[in-house]
């Protein structure tokens, strides 16, 4: 298969070369594709040409692959009208559909020009090189942003209207789980959605670090277009500004800066003005529908589709979502979760006298330690990322052995107060509106973050005492 697409994108490389839009003399008798990372939908290739330096950069959908983002010749066509908007962009080379282009070994593909930079967001937030880039990169994505915003949504047939949030709801209403929290805040969504009078503008849709290229100076190119839609450019910022796209950095904007930053670089650049509710607003939409993706993952894994022991851990990560989402409509503070965290029970002894010893736990902790050691020296890098992935899984797994029984007990009671008999029901409830009275809402607020506190001291308890570090 590989030798089959080596020898399509010579032919594709030969063309390019010809119409001037490749300089390579002469013209690459075949071409080398150095397999990269990808999504689930599209492989991504470094092209190789003799005698030349930067390799181009080509996605190839993958074989079978669902069509759940925009076709390669929508987002080509996009690419180029925002780079001749002025943003900084990967420039596309040509794609399947555009300029008479058929497909590659019968799928369909785009090439684009390499671009150096950084895309890892731990890197961007910490390594000294980009000292000077973490200074002005808040200002960089507020120009990039109101110049994509102002892209003419006539030059890009085939984009669709969205609305993340109606997204999010038929997720949750599709899939079998119930999250109370995230039924919370899709509520306060619907009573609090903007009254913004607004054309329907390019959103670029996942407008966050590892979908920009960071060199030492700032941004150097927008990447990964493939969710770009029509709707209200606030999304974007309000994305940015998502907690989970902070990696660990202090500031609201992905970690880097302060949100009024963004918002006067975003006017200054010609962007329609944004408020701070707005914002606010498209950030609590946006943790929500972050909610929604670490479900569906997790459900990818569950279904059977892909099993794979990454995506069920995500499914794990909701929780962080749900203490976010607190956080901003104001239930969560560092007091009341300071105060919810400190009601918990304490770890309870494993009952050793049926199985004797080695208990579960134990049990547990001798196999956390073992891919801690053998199993992560000797492996590669995938490998060696996934073994830390079960590290922590089975950290989790043990501290729900221990504090499981009484966080079990006391969420039994807590639903019992509220009239109801388990989460499901609480779900329901809250989508009807049942608890909307202001003594009641109270109670369900606290029960949430209760809920939610105990959930982080099983799933990752770090989450917990982050937030803590960042509210001193």
Same mark, same amino acid.
């Given at each position: ?41 599209? /492989? ?14 080509? /996605?190839?959908?993958?074989? *079978? ?35 008479? =282009? ?161 918002? @006067? ?9 944004? @408020? ?14 972050? *909610?929604?993706?670490?479900?569906? #993952? ?42 919810? =965290? ?63 029984? *009484? #966080?079990? /007990? ?63």
């Amino acid at each position: 298969m590989d030798d089959d697409l080596s020898a399509a994108v010579t032919e594709v490389v030969r063309g390019l070369v010809d119409r001037g839009a490749v300089a390579a003399d002469p013209a690459p008798a075949a071409v080398r594709l150095e397999r990269l990372s990808g999504g689930a939908s599209r /492989q991504t290739w470094f092209v190789h040409l003799d005698g030349s330096g930067a390799p181009l950069v080509l /996605q190839v959908a993958r074989p *079978g692959a669902l069509a759940s983002s925009l076709p390669f010749r929508t987002e080509a066509t996009l690419v180029r009208a925002a780079d001749a908007g002025g943003v900084p962009v990967a420039a596309v080379l040509g794609a399947e559909g555009l300029d008479g =282009a058929g497909p590659l070994d019968g799928r369909p593909w785009m090439l684009s020009r390499f671009v150096a930079g950084e895309t890892i967001a731990r890197k961007i937030l910490r390594d000294e090189p980009f000292a000077e880039a973490r200074r002005r990169l808040v200002a960089d994505c507020g120009r990039a942003l109101a110049a994509i915003h102002a892209v003419d949504v006539g030059r890009v047939p085939g984009l669709r209207a969205s609305d993340p949030v109606a997204e999010s709801a038929a997720i949750l209403a599709a899939i079998d789980e119930p999250h109370p929290v995230l039924e919370r805040a899709l509520r306060w969504l619907d009573a609090h959605r903007p009254d913004r009078d607004v054309p329907p503008a390019v959103v670029h849709g996942d407008f966050r670090l590892g979908n920009l290229i960071v060199d030492g100076d700032g941004l150097a190119a927008v990447i990964d277009w493939e969710l770009a839609h029509l709707g209200d450019p606030a999304e974007d910022l309000g994305w940015l500004c998502v907690k989970a796209w902070r990696f660990g950095g202090p500031g609201e904007v992905a970690g880097l800066g302060a949100a009024a930053d963004l918002l @006067d670089a975003y006017v200054a650049a010609g962007g329609v003005p944004i @408020d701070g509710e707005v914002l606010r607003w498209w950030t609590v939409a946006g943790t929500l529908r972050w *909610g929604a993706i670490c479900m569906v #993952q997790s459900h990818t894994h569950l279904s059977g589709a892909n099993r794979s022991v990454e995506l069920a851990a995500i499914g794990r990560r909701v929780c962080e979502v749900e203490l976010d989402l607190l956080e901003l409509l104001g239930v969560a503070t560092p007091d009341t979760v300071r105060a919810a =965290a400190a009601a918990a029970a304490p770890a309870e002894p494993d009952d050793a006298d049926l199985h004797a010893r080695p208990t579960a736990r134990e049990l547990l902790a001798a196999v956390g330690e073992w891919v801690a050691g053998p199993v992560t020296d000797g492996a590669d890098g995938r490998v060696r990322y996934h073994a830390r992935v079960v590290e922590r899984v089975l950290a989790m797994v043990e501290r729900e052995l221990a504090l499981g029984p *009484g #966080q079990r /007990q006391r969420h039994a009671a807590r639903l019992a107060r509220l009239g109801v008999g388990d989460e499901a029901a609480l779900a329901r409830a809250i989508r009807a509106g049942d608890l909307d009275g202001s003594a009641r809402a109270a109670e369900l607020d606290a029960a949430l973050l209760a809920t939610t506190v105990d959930r982080l001291l099983v799933a990752n308890p770090s989450y917990l005492q982050l937030d803590e570090e960042r509210a001193r």
